[in-house]
């Protein structure tokens, strides 16, 4: 099974937000839970981002296994087995994870696993402008981009 | 629940043209998304875009007519409303005559056609809108100069882009949509960027320019010295296509590289590796934005600009900037009946025999409107229709147009909130946003594109702004159709196709020719690139384009700097909102929750001043209260502050609008504007700028 991840090419995010609104609109959040944000600092942009990592810490934190690992490598959260202790945010080295106010239970980025089942792009992808949100493959697409892009 | 039906049409959430499809589900469009088929945008949308459903359905969304009374806003119906406008306005022409009714819109959102079809109608010259230092501005010194707006053409493949004054895949991206920059950029064009501030492509520019707010059109004239000097000019094309040449190039001497230097801060030898690198790489083109248009230099920024993509060869050219030819469609002009508004009513725009370029393409420059209101001079203003804008936030010397419309005897407005100014009226006329809109996008453009935004949705009892001043028109006896739909047919005809046969298609594109000036000449009295107008020479303005310096500025009133040290470079944009649009909307708010004034680090130090800190930024004229956020890409003699901040949050009825209004510090007079165009200084004045972190903040 392939591996399907995230990464932003960062050099090329200028600080649009598209990414984190097409997010929020996919996921039906409101105000509060960034799955995706950029942080800016102009000239300079700073994406916070779920990596989906190989080792994630968050679900190593998480004292329930609410957090979980797909066969193709997507890092998953069971909202309904979450007790909202944090414990992730914590662990998470990248800021990536989120809490959601409402529910009162840990949210993360899902890799739009719905549209990736549909063949689609995930939300945040689709409408980069500069195309610096990667997917997929990105141990093989993330250093064939830095090779051959400007 | 049903299944979602999805829709294709078009955005506009800024000047709008982005492919979108729209998911509907039973009556409601749940969410959109980029249409990857739009030739346009390719599938991105930007933040604002894809907000559009927190806009349409905002829970403080006016979805019904409303009147003024003295118990406050009362709810009523359509006829009510339209009704009372025209009685109204009957009864203003009856006793004053119908140029005594401005009829108003603010940047533009395609609707200027349906509008000035009913100021046309109506025969009130006085149409006030954004024009004078936005984009027609542009459009009116280019046609004088070319006979149309240059624009770069990216599919072309530009091995040189000069990214003028402009973030086009931040913000607003006019004609271009920022996705052929992009492009043609990651192609491997060599980049230039002219920006007062170290942006994101400043930061990925071969070359970055950054310049004194406000001087474009002295580093214009700066690149033509070196061109000249150098002989880096299509020898060719000034010889055989370029009117007044020998004259011009007497009045490049005017600007020696030092003087250029001096003037715009930009060191010279940057200029003239800039120029060269401009002049030699073939194509190139320069991509304008607003700033260069947003000062008393209008006119004379975009021509001398207009002059290198003429020097250079660029001109019409693959890759450069081309004069489009737009798909056959009837022109704004034509459809709104310019041509029935009669000398005699024409005669009477308020500054025209002034600022004639302006006059030329039929809008006002504010400045008349307010004084007409406030003055009655040369003659009242009684009435007025403003769609779609908010002057009281996005126009030079906000007090004085606060003033005017709390003044105006009868003002009736066409929008989606109750804004600051609408606030001051006394009928509210609820507008669609784009998703409840059948409408041949873009057509006002001039980039060879139109397309279909279809109605997904319609909510409460709103109107698209089409259909507002179709039904208004209507009753007060105008030539309209039936249906928006029917007068679609009529704007499509010379297509060939109805607006039912056009939707399906989802867009028409014009025939792309290049070097049409070989066959006929250019659109101008000589047939050539008028660098010497006689256009202008004709009205009396001087032929030849110069730099004159900005009003209040270090250079013109020394005097000021002991009170006000720095250059304030109003305006900066942000992605996620446009002009004054979009505060309520939760998604974009929280990305950016308060009005940001960027500063130097070392102006920080200086003033006091911690990141973060709430700040009063003060010019002769006003004051506004920013957050301060370091920077060290701008100059330390220059802050740069956001526009167009009023706060929806705040339920009183001046929502805040002169808390954090930058507009309260620019200025309007006369003697700062451009004198053909009515051009604003909106983007450079001296200010002040002092910590409040002591006084409660905001005090909001």
């Known amino acids: ?150 | 629940m049903g299944e979602a039906l999805k829709i294709r049409t078009a955005c506009r959430q800024c000047h709008g043209g982005c492919g979108v499809i729209a998911h509907v589900r039973d009556g409601k469009v749940i969410k959109v998304e980029g249409d990857p088929d739009s030739p346009l945008s390719h599938g991105t949308l930007c933040s604002k875009g894809l907000s559009v459903t927190q806009l349409a359905y905002h829970p403080d969304r006016i979805l019904h007519p409303m009147k003024k009374t003295g118990k406050g806003w009362e709810r009523i119906s359509w006829d009510e409303a339209l009704d009372t406008i025209k009685e109204k306005f009957e009864a203003v022409i009856a006793e004053y005559g119908p140029e005594s009714i401005v009829i108003g819109q603010g940047t533009g959102r395609d609707y200027e056609s349906h509008l000035y079809r009913f100021a046309n109608q109506l025969g009130t010259p006085n149409v006030l809108t954004a024009g004078h230092m936005c984009y027609v501005s542009r459009v009116a010194s280019t046609l004088i100069t070319v006979g149309n707006l240059p624009i770069c053409d990216y599919d072309g493949g530009p091995k040189c882009i000069v990214m003028w004054a402009c973030n086009p895949q931040w913000t607003n991206p006019d004609e271009y949509k920022g996705e052929g920059f992009w492009r043609a950029y990651k192609k491997g064009a060599k980049l230039i960027v002219i920006d007062p501030r170290k942006g994101f492509l400043a930061n990925k520019a071969d070359l970055w320019l950054q310049l004194r707010p406000g001087t474009d059109g002295a580093l214009a004239m700066g690149f033509h010295q070196v061109i000249i000097e150098e002989e880096l000019y299509d020898r060719d094309f000034v010889e055989n296509h370029i009117n007044g040449w020998e004259a011009f190039k007497e009045r490049v001497k005017e600007y020696p590289i030092e003087k250029v230097e001096e003037i715009t801060w930009v060191d010279k030898n940057l200029i003239r590796k800039a120029a060269r690198m401009y002049a030699k790489t073939k194509p190139a083109c320069i991509h304008w934005g607003v700033p260069t248009e947003q000062t008393n230099n209008c006119t004379d920024c975009t021509r001398a600009m207009t002059g290198l993509m003429a020097a250079t060869g660029n001109l019409d050219t693959r890759g450069g900037n081309v004069l489009f030819v737009n798909p056959p469609t009837r022109t704004v002009a034509e459809f709104s009946r310019h041509k029935d508004l009669s000398r005699e009513q024409r005669a009477k725009r308020l500054g025209g025999d002034r600022y004639k370029l302006g006059a030329r393409v039929a809008f006002i420059t504010p400045k008349v409107a307010w004084e007409a209101i406030l003055t009655e001079k040369p003659y009242p203003l009684k009435a007025g229709l403003l769609c779609g804008t908010n002057p009281v936030s996005t126009r030079a010397n906000a007090r004085e147009a606060y003033d005017a419309l709390d003044k105006i005897d009868f003002l009736a407005v066409i929008d989606l909130f109750m804004t600051p100014t609408a606030e001051l009226a006394d009928i509210f006329l609820p507008a669609g946003t784009w998703l409840e809109q059948n409408h041949v996008a873009d057509n006002w453009k001039r980039h060879g594109f139109v397309v279909a935004r279809q109605k997904c949705v319609e909510i409460g009892e709103a109107w698209q702004d089409h259909k507002i001043f179709q039904e208004l028109g209507k009753k007060m006896g105008q030539e309209w159709w039936e249906t928006v739909e029917d007068g679609l047919d009529y704007l499509l005809e010379p297509s060939g196709l109805t607006w039912e046969e056009f939707k399906e298609k989802g867009y028409l594109q014009g025939e792309m020719v290049y070097h049409k000036y070989s066959e006929r000449g250019f659109s101008t009295p000589t047939g050539k690139v008028e660098l010497y107008s006689t256009v202008l020479e004709k009205w009396g303005f001087d032929p030849l384009p110069k730099y004159t310096e900005i009003p209040e500025s270090p250079v013109s009133t020394p005097e000021l700097l002991d009170r006000y040290p720095y250059i304030l470079n109003a305006g900066l944009r942000t992605p996620t909102f446009f002009h004054s649009a979009n505060r309520m909307m939760p998604w974009l708010r929280e990305i950016r929750p308060d009005p940001i004034v960027e500063i130097h680090p070392e102006t920080a130090r200086n003033c006091g001043i911690e990141d973060g800190d709430w700040v009063c930024i003060e010019s002769p004229r006003g004051k506004a209260r920013e957050r301060a956020k370091l920077n060290d890409g701008i100059h330390p003699k220059v802050v740069v502050a956001e526009h167009g901040w009023w706060y929806p949050e705040m339920r009183d009825p001046g929502h805040g609008w002169d808390i954090s209004n930058i507009n309260l510090l620019t200025d309007n007079s006369h003697e700062s504007m451009d004198p053909a165009m009515g051009a604003t200084n909106l983007r450079a004045c001296l200010c002040n700028i002092y910590s409040v972190r002591d006084s409660n903040g905001m005090m909001k």
């Open chain 1, 1 to 150: 099974m392939e591996k399907v991840s995230l990464s932003f090419y960062k050099k090329d995010c200028m600080g649009c937000h598209a990414c984190e609104i097409a997010c929020k609109q996919e996921h039906g959040l409101g105000v509060g839970p960034r799955l995706v944000r950029v942080m800016e600092k102009a000239p300079f942009y700073e994406p916070v981002y779920c990596h989906h990592c190989t080792k994630a810490p968050c679900l190593e934190a998480c004292p329930v296994e609410a957090i979980t690992r797909t066969g193709n490598g997507i890092v998953l959260i069971d909202g309904e087995t979450c007790i909202g202790c944090r414990e992730c945010l914590e662990a998470c080295p990248f800021g990536a994870m989120q809490f959601d106010a409402e529910a009162e239970t840990a949210v993360k980025c899902d890799l739009c696993t719905d549209r990736l089942a549909a063949n689609q792009a995930p939300a945040c992808s689709s409408v980069c402008p500069t195309r610096c949100i990667i997917w997929g493959d990105t141990a093989r697409k993330v250093p064939d981009r830095i090779a051959t892009e400007r």
